[in-house]
């Protein structure tokens, strides 16, 4: 049971990382629920222990892409998202029951599929549009500070639906935004005296960095179109098993 425990963690935090380095995001998706209904985590040190990896492989990335970035786009969306994620960390999470906050991310998860599939003006979504961004942006750190994603599932088909990128572009920018949106929802977990084990803390993050690594060779050899159409699939699939786990 235990060599079977074993394998399951290296695979599921492996998918972690590469969903990361592919999409931008979806990270925090995979490794919540398999931390809280699996592993056995309360739902706060799974949030902890997902803010802390993600965050710490996300800001490394960054820091190595930075002159790829379109940081006028980052800037944009964490000056919003930033403050947000924060109050909704310390001041919502506590109050808020765990079913509603996992089905509060389900529900949006596949809101955000249902505009990678069809989108509702497809002229509408060939140019910028800061407005349907800066709510995209608020909305990402509400759910962000309540569930303790990075919000990069969210932030990489805002990008490209409401900012004009090319996918590509989109999921570094969007791991930017993850980076720093997951430190402004750490600063709440840590502030209400959550803590985990550095232990756990060391071997989750080298997995997942281990996966991003090889997710990063695979989007290279992925069209953008493609991707897009894969990151939908992928929304999809991840909504409907968290709102029938809620």
Do not use: H
């Not at 509400?142 to 990008?159: D, E, N, S």
């Not at 090889?214 to 069209?223: F, N």
Request: net charge positive; with cysteine; proline share 4%.
């Amino acid at each position: 049971m235990e060599t079977y425990m074993l394998l399951l963690d290296i695979a599921i935090l492996l998918s972690v990382g590469l969903a990361l380095a592919m999409f931008g995001g979806g990270g925090a998706v995979i490794l919540i629920p398999y931390l809280t209904q699996v592993a056995g985590y309360p739902l706060d040190e799974a949030v902890l222990l997902s803010l802390l990896t993600i965050g710490i492989n996300t800001g490394i990335k960054t820091f190595k892409e930075r002159s790829s970035i379109d940081w006028k786009a980052v800037l944009t969306f964490s000056l919003l998202s930033f403050p947000t994620a924060a109050i909704s960390g310390s001041m919502l999470a506590p109050i808020t029951p765990d079913s509603v906050r996992m089905t509060v991310f389900g529900a949006f998860t596949l809101t955000v599929a249902t505009l990678m599939f069809f989108p509702i003006n497809q002229a509408a979504f060939s140019r910028k549009n800061p407005i349907a961004l800066s709510v995209s942006a608020l909305l990402t750190g509400v759910i962000c500070g309540l569930i303790g994603v990075g919000g990069g599932i969210f932030i990489a088909p805002t990008l490209s639906l409401f900012w004009a990128t090319p996918i590509k572009k989109a999921v570094k920018g969007s791991l930017a935004i993850v980076a720093l949106q997951s430190a402004a929802a750490l600063v709440g977990y840590l502030g209400r005296g959550v803590s985990v084990s550095p232990t756990a803390l060391l071997y989750i993050l080298v997995l997942i960095a281990g996966g991003m690594m090889v997710g990063k060779k695979l989007k290279a050899a992925t069209s953008d179109r493609n991707l897009k159409s894969g990151f939908a699939v992928f929304l999809v699939l991840i909504g409907i098993w968290v709102l029938l786990r809620a």
